[in-house]
């Protein structure tokens, strides 16, 4: 079992929808989350972090974790074109110190 | 403004050859790591450092070496460039915490 596993899609939603991608964790006392967006070409970017159960909303963006299912959500409501991009969940693994644990990330796609 | 800069953006070397990636970042951040990228496994830490003269093993470490004299540099130094070594490479930054911030990333070739 991977230690943070992402569908890797494409996930399509067409534009001014919301789009949801999802990531799970093997490890139950992990305590950082971070969601990071990756243009093809490009380095991965932070959009969000988020340390609590329930939800964290920053602009279109919402960061949900549930840590009893071992959980987190990115939420993007009004998709645009221009969140089309690899989204990229990452861990804090127990005893990890400050380092990141990544999925392979979920491919998104924004259609007009 | 402050800032993380790889160099160089693009490198072909030949196989056996000894090929170093720089990383500089000027936020003044103790904490820095390299990653590297392909498709299908994501991005894997190579090596990272929490301060000056500390240096640490990530889970690709084979075939690379850093060192840190400084708190600014983190060079990546791969001994003896093989092709399995073609990828792409990010280094990374963070201050105390664990929110890291990238660089532009290096594409390196091994012919």
């Known amino acids: 079992q991977k230690e943070v596993e992402q569908n890797s899609g494409p996930l399509s939603v067409p534009e001014g929808a919301i789009a949801s991608l999802n990531c799970t964790y093997s490890d139950r006392g992990s305590q950082s989350f971070f969601w990071y967006r990756q243009y093809s070409g490009k380095s991965p970017e932070l959009i969000m972090f988020?340390?609590?159960?329930g939800d964290k909303e920053d602009g279109r963006f919402t960061a949900q974790l549930n840590k009893a299912s071992q959980y987190v959500s990115l939420l993007i409501r009004d998709s645009q074109p221009s969140d089309s991009a690899t989204y990229l969940c990452?861990?804090?693994?127990?005893?990890?110190?400050?380092?990141?644990?990544f999925g392979t990330g979920t491919q998104l796609k924004v259609e007009l | 403004d402050a800032e993380i800069t790889q160099s160089p953006r693009h490198k072909i070397t030949e196989t056996g050859r000894q090929v170093t990636l720089a990383c500089h970042q000027t936020?003044?951040?103790?904490?820095m790591f390299w990653y590297r990228q392909d498709l299908g496994h994501g991005l894997r830490l190579i090596h990272y450092?929490?301060?000056?003269?500390?240096?640490n093993k990530g889970e690709v470490s084979d075939g690379y070496s850093v060192s840190r004299s400084n708190t600014e540099d983190l060079p990546l130094t791969l001994e003896s460039a093989a092709s399995s070594q073609t990828s792409v490479y990010f280094c990374?930054?963070?201050?105390?915490?664990?929110?890291?911030?990238f660089g532009p990333g290096t594409r390196l070739t091994v012919l």
């Open positions: 450092s929490y301060g000056v003269q500390d240096t």
């Open positions: 990452a861990v804090v693994l127990t005893g990890g110190g400050n380092k990141l644990t």
């Open positions: 990374a930054s963070s201050d105390s915490g664990d929110t890291q911030y």
């Open positions: 988020i340390y609590s159960n």
């Open positions: 936020w003044n951040h103790n904490n």
